[in-house]
């Protein structure tokens, strides 16, 4: 009975084994040739375009690219269900010879990171175009010098993010573009974590999409063309920037964000920093009572307007605008052309000018202007909205350093519950007092804030009392540094030298950090929200020796961590030491001085156990021989005298339990036969590893 048992159970690993054997990963190295196999780094390929014909679609198999240059003179026609994985932005550079570097039509499930796309100063347009694709991820990458960066066209699950480029659109051309043909529809689009900027003469938008123009039957008349849907999008937590302030240059937009020509259903905007305009001439879907929602972002000297707006039941709240020329506005021609509903509310209006809120030639029926804060250092226009009726204008906050400020400029409206500060009073239930700001510290968020003695404690975008708010992305989500407190992915280091990733098949997936020599190194940008002794675990495996890492900063070695084998590629441990970190902004080295493992991830706490921040431990932790066995095993316990043993089967059922306390131990495991795993808990570790019983 017991041998059927063994041979039922062997017969669920072989097929597990099988079964996770389809997926490989496959090499591409700047001394590769295309006529090997590519099945290692010795046998390389030399072109992605290669390795994407070669390996099989919808495998989960890794395509792996080396550091260098790889200059590419067909265009990469990319498979359904891989990915690829370069060795870092700052490693691995693609370009091309062609219109664009990456092709792919009705494919799904492709997952694309860490390299940097080169269009050649525009020589090649386009770096990736995605026509009806589901399922992209494309991440930690740069970008420079396109027309259009990326370019969807319709699609669904879609993500783009943890990136950076410069010059990454041309003129009328979007950066990053979601683009609908008329008969389908973009949705579950998230594009999030970027920092780009535009600087030469040529325009463009960072971000965009709209209509394609080049519908049959259109021809120079795009705005006859149907509107398509753009559902589920949300762009957020990216920083836009140029030096050429003013949204039009020479005749042509200069923009950070454009939609044109569609309809939108639950889309967000949200955490953005820019000194560019966002354009959303797009309409409100049928039915939809959240198309569009712009919160928490932040401009600062667009020297034009930050917000076109074309879009009913449209919501813009929590924003900060400093320096922008009629912050809301829009270009249209018919103030009879009525817009459904419009709330604009907790929004910091500061040194705004020419209609200091709102701007618009087109209009609205129904708009809610409540608790903004307008702080203006000159006699301004606060509205010219000719045309928009049934406004109401409550709570907000009116403060000029210059009396004589006009908030009027609007018909039909109601004026209720407004301070007014050296700004003529309008509407019932005025008050004139200076609202007593807390007029210091970081703006908006500090600077605006109402004090206790404010007369008006409900009014305005700071509320006395209630949560502040805060405006824009993180600095660390956007620089690339990670928090700490916080688990930190290995693949996701920011320099790195001798090691590849691959596909991880640990409980949350993922990758892994693997073919790690003496010697190699990964480095990644960290900030630890205060000094002091953090806990940091690794996420390990080790097939059959040992290895060891020190862990740095700058010169500093803050520990030495040994690591144990733990009986597969496959067989992930968890592993703890100490760190003793400063405050702030640095990078943290990963220095190999004993290769041979993998790391999944590691995880920076505050729940360091011990004062003792280095640790220096340079043997096993565990001895566990001999290997195979005729039944008789030996467990040394090198660096403690406690642990407990636990003793298991390949199909994971525990065998035997018990508690050592000796420096070694012998245990007798005759009674069983074949393929164990032998598991050793001590106090702060533990470690695994497979032994061969064979007692036959």
Known sequence: MKKMKLFYCWGIITFFLQFNSFASNYYVSTFGKD??????????????????????????????????????????????????LGAGKSQTTIQSSGSRIFYAKNKSNIVISDFKIDGRGRATPIGFRLEFCSGIEIKNFTMTEFTTSVDFRSGTNNKVHDFDGT????????????????????????????????????HGKIVGGGVDQTMPGYDGRPWDMPDPLFKNIKIHDIRFRTSHEGCFLVGQPQLGLEFWKGLFDNCEIYNMKCNMAFSMAVGCAPGSKNP???HHCRWENCGDYAIECFTGNMEIDHNYFDGCYYPIGNFGTNPNNLMPNLQVHHNVFYRTYNNTCMNMGESFNGIKFFNNTIYTLSKENVFNLPGSINIEVNNNIFYSTVSGGNAGGLVNANYH??????????????????????????????????????????????????????AGPSDDIILGYSPVPGKIEAENFVSMSGIQTGACTDTDGGFFVGWIHNSDWMEYNINPSSPGLYKIDLRISDYNSAGNVKIK????????????????????????????????????????????????????????????????????????????????????????????????????????????????????????????????????????????INNI
């Open 553 to 692: 900063t700058d010169t500093t070695v803050l520990a030495k961590i040994p690591i144990p084998v733990t009986g597969g590629w496959t067989v992930y441990n968890t592993i703890s030491g100490n760190i003793n970190l400063q405050a702030g902004k640095q990078t943290l080295r990963f220095e190999v001085a004993q290769g041979g493992w993998r790391i999944n991830w590691f995880n920076i706490s505050n729940s360091a156990t011990s004062t003792n921040a280095y640790m220096d431990i340079t043997k096993e932790v565990v001895n566990i021989y001999p290997n195979p066995s005729s039944g008789l095993v030996t467990i040394e316990l090198l660096n403690c005298r406690n642990a407990q043993v636990k003793i298991y089967n390949m199909c994971g059922q525990l065998l035997s339990s018990q508690q050592i306390s000796k420096a070694m131990q012998q245990l007798d495991l005759s009674g069983e036969t074949g393929l164990l795993l032998i598991k050793v808990i001590t106090e702060n570790q533990s470690f695994s590893k497979k032994i061969l």
């Open 35 to 84: 006529s090997n196999d590519g099945l290692s780094v010795e046998t390389a390929w030399l072109t992605i375009a290669k390795a994407c014909s070669a390996v099989p679609a919808n495998g989960g198999h890794v395509i792996n690219i080396g550091a260098g240059t790889f200059y590419e003179t067909s265009q990469i026609n990319l498979p359904s269900g891989i990915t690829i």
């Open 167 to 202: 010059n990454v659109s041309y003129c009328t051309q979007n950066g990053i573009s979601i683009t609908n043909w008329v008969t389908d529809i973009c949705e579950n689009f998230e594009i999030y974590n970027g920092n780009c900027t535009n600087d030469d003469n040529y």
């Open 292 to 294: 569009l929602r712009i």
């Open 417 to 470: 519950d407004n301070l007014f500060f050296k700004y003529n009073p309008i509407g019932t239930n005025v008050s004139t007092e200076d609202p007593l700001f807390n007029v210091s510290g970081e703006k908006p968020t500090q600077f605006f804030n109402l004090t206790s003695a404010s007369p008006q404690k409900t009014y305005g975008a700071y509320p006395y009392g209630e949560e502040a708010w805060t």
